[in-house]
């Protein structure tokens, strides 16, 4: 059996060598056989136009007209051949600057409480949202690495610093697997980890301020993720990070030394591995015909809170996307987008014993809610008009808020924004959005936002 | 014992290169040259639709996936996908069609791109493409090199079935020879036909046919016409009495029919992909389509 196996192998093995000598003599013969029949093209080429005329401005090259193949197969192609192509010039790194600035004004006194986000545009007049520059490239064979350095101009005139991201990524993995380490957006729902500049709308949601914090949950940390081997898009991602600061807003945050949900927080540190911050995710996609793409996910955030010793913060939240674009897209339009997060937030407030003017509180476990919706309509090349609805709202009102009074960071509050989208190019953008705000404690606002874009340097590629 | 070993080992490769090739192609072009050359060897997926403007596909999930499983990458470069293939090739984390990779293509390798920049460019000029011109594949000669291309990479990965695909490759370069010949002559009594354009998307196959562009719709590449740009543009034309308006079925008609009347040619919507329209099914038939399209429309207009 074997033996009949390992003859027959042999005589593939010989077959083999056979089939190669034959290819080598095919493959002179065609060679020998194109030659002559791109000269005899050529001449026929040259006898029927002997003057082509090449003054239109689409040809660079002036001359006869080429012939029909550029190289001749007698004179391969080479690397240092002068042929321009996508990789002959070094690319170590791809840099990009992002500018995002709004104006406008509202009818709120408390325009920087009314606006959640920390890039959203909170003051009359002005607002420079994010100077962003962004280097990314192949660090080598194994990561791609990337950095965000984001400059913002807060309302003091003061300009501010973030290391908003820099992480490196790793390119082939085996096992579908694949890892992301150092500083990084959470993979929590769809917005959280996308830039200001890449939103359809001039201001963060309600929900992702209010439970996410201003400048969106994101922390030192690494991500794994696995694409499993399903028919469909599918993928799991696990994100392990730290759970403190104020881009942990919900966790190990000491809030600058002011009191969260009635109590003050202070740092607890980390003692265990369950002082960490813990981020699973599922996502999955289907087409669901040629033109229509579904995406949904949910995510959980575990850690810590600073309003205890043995106090910890959970976060779940579900998102939805669905896309329509046309089979017959000009540039990208017309679409119709559909996008859609809903977020729990369940916090336990540690006990508080009081001090000075803030009373005893017991331990207590306060459950809040949020979501927000918003459909896109590219209608023409360079136009898009969208509308989003953001509704936030409590369980039940705290016990510490049965003695304070309403806290505006869990009062029930919505928000309608229609907006108004022109793309001058695929670089810049002017946009102008008018928010309803109505604020449960407070009353009914109006804000009227403009917002300008413009980017310099690398060609953005766009994730679904 | 170390022969057999060896043959063994040999047996084993050879039983698993009879495993179809998984080939991933951005545009159905590509495809379908990949189907030529590969024939029942090949699985072939293309990711645009012919349909389509291939600067703008969605980076849609589910090709995260069927890039993950490729073993061949077809891309046309130039900057052709800039706009949506990174981020699905990052996501992939597939170490077969990685920048390196034998198994990641660049057809654009070998082809002397037209409007390659002389000069230093900025995007005041649009979003012109540094490279060059990346709508190589409309000129059928190119579709040589390109097969050339595929017919090299599919020997290297599949080197037990080089043979079918260098018989393949002759097949391929015979038919479109024969092809181009028939085109050439179809087109010949129209030589220096002055025509106008939407995109240079078209400036391959004017020139393969010696068919002369009077100037594009767009004002600059990818930047959509004003209409002061659209009052200058048309006397501008009518000087060069262009006879045709050719723009890809995708383009806005309204502008383009405008024009079109205002200098008395005849729009012309023209397929430049695979699977642009039902009669489109392979490259040739592509130009098949198209040349009589032309011819038709130039007859009349006589």
């Known amino acids: 059996m074997a033996g009949a196996f390992l003859s027959s192998a042999k005589a593939r093995a010989a077959e083999s060598v056979a089939d190669i000598e034959a290819l080598k003599q095919e493959l002179r013969e065609l060679r020998q056989r194109s030659d002559l029949l791109e000269r005899k093209i050529e001449q026929l080429d040259r006898s029927q136009q002997p003057k082509a005329s090449t003054n239109s401005p689409a040809l660079t090259q002036p001359g006869p007209l080429p012939t029909f193949a550029a190289p001749e197969p007698s004179k391969p192609w080479r690397a240092a051949d002068p042929i321009k192509v996508v990789g002959s010039a070094q690319n170590y790194m791809n840099l990009s600057f992002d500018g995002l600035v709004a104006a406008g004004t509202s009818t709120a006194k408390d325009i920087e409480r009314l606006q959640l986000g920390g890039h959203d545009p909170k003051q009359r007049g002005f607002t420079v949202q994010s100077l962003e520059t962004v280097f990314d490239g192949k660090v080598d064979p194994y990561f791609r690495g990337q950095a965000n350095i984001v400059l913002q101009i807060d309302p003091e005139g003061e300009t501010t610093i973030e290391a908003e991201e820099a992480y490196l990524e790793t390119m082939s993995l085996p096992w579908n697997l694949q890892v992301k380490a150092g500083q990084f957006f959470t993979e929590f729902g769809r917005l959280n980890p996308t830039h200001p500049h890449s939103w359809e709308f001039v201001d963060q949601p309600l929900v992702n301020g209010r439970f996410l914090g201003e400048d969106g949950l994101r922390s030192a940390g690494a991500r794994l993720s696995w694409l499993a081997p399903t028919p469909f898009y599918s993928e799991l991602f696990w994100t392990f990070q730290n759970s403190q600061g104020g881009t942990a807003f919900s966790f190990r945050n000491e809030h600058g030394g002011m009191p969260f949900l009635g109590r003050p927080a202070g740092d607890r540190g980390v003692k265990t591995l369950g002082d960490m911050l813990v981020v699973p995710r599922y996502a999955t996609s289907f087409d669901l015909s040629d033109s229509q793409t579904l995406m949904a996910g949910a995510s959980a955030a575990f850690g810590p809170n600073s309003t205890g010793q043995q106090t910890d913060t959970q976060i779940y939240g579900a998102d939805l996307f669905w896309k329509w674009k046309s089979p017959h897209q000009h540039a990208g339009f017309p679409f119709v987008t559909w996008q859609t997060e809903a977020m729990l937030r369940r916090f336990e407030a540690g006990a508080f014993p009081g001090q000075g003017v803030l009373p005893a509180l017991p331990q207590e476990t306060l459950t809040d809610y949020g979501f927000y919706s918003q459909v896109a309509y590219g209608f023409r090349k360079s136009w898009v008009t969208a509308l989003r609805g953001d509704y936030v709202f409590p369980e039940h009102k705290g016990l510490y808020e049965a003695i304070a009074g309403p806290d505006p960071d869990r009062a029930s509050r919505w928000r309608i924004a229609p907006n108004l989208t022109y793309y001058p190019s695929e670089f810049s953008k002017i946009r102008l959005q008018y928010n309803y705000d109505h604020r449960n404690s407070i009353g009914d606002d109006h804000s009227v936002w403009l917002q300008l874009e413009f980017l310099l340097g690398a060609h953005a590629a766009h994730k679904f | 014992m170390k022969t057999k070993l060896f043959l063994l080992t040999l047996a084993l490769l050879t039983t698993n290169a009879q495993a179809k090739l998984n080939v991933v192609a951005t545009i159905p072009d590509f495809g379908a040259i990949a189907e030529e050359i590969g024939g029942d060897k090949v699985k072939v997926t293309s990711i645009a639709r012919g349909t389509e403007d291939a600067h703008f596909v969605d980076a849609r999930p589910s090709y995260v996936r069927v890039l993950n499983q490729a073993d061949v990458l077809i891309e046309g470069g130039a900057e052709l996908e800039i ?56 000129d059928p000669a190119n579709g040589k090199i390109m097969a050339n291309n595929l017919t090299e990479t599919f020997s290297r990965l599949d080197p037990v079935n080089a043979v079918f695909y260098q018989a393949n490759l002759k097949k391929f370069n015979e038919h479109l020879d024969k092809k181009i010949a028939e085109w050439t002559k179809l087109l010949e009594p129209y030589r220096g036909t002055k025509v106008v354009t939407y995109h240079k998307s078209f400036d391959y196959f004017l020139e393969r046919f010696g068919l002369e562009l009077a100037g594009t719709i767009e004002s600059k590449p990818g930047v959509e016409p004003s209409p002061s740009y659209v009052n200058a543009l048309i006397p501008r034309l009518k000087a060069t009495s262009a006879r045709l308006v050719m723009i890809e079925p995708y383009r806005p008609r309204k502008t383009s029919e405008y024009v079109a009347q205002a200098i008395g040619a005849k729009l012309l919507p023209l397929p430049t992909s695979v699977g642009g329209n039902e009669k489109v099914k392979d490259y040739s038939s592509l130009f098949d389509y198209n040349v009589a399209q032309i011819v038709a429309a130039l007859k009349d207009s006589r």
């Open chain 2, 83 to 138: 706009g949506w293939l990174p981020p699905l090739v990052n996501g992939a984390r597939n170490g077969k069609i990685l920048s390196d990779a034998p198994g990641h293509v660049i057809l654009s390798r070998g082809i002397r791109l037209l409007g390659v920049p002389s000069g230093p460019v900025d995007r005041s000029m649009g979003d012109v493409h540094p490279f060059g011109n990346p709508h190589y594949w409309t």
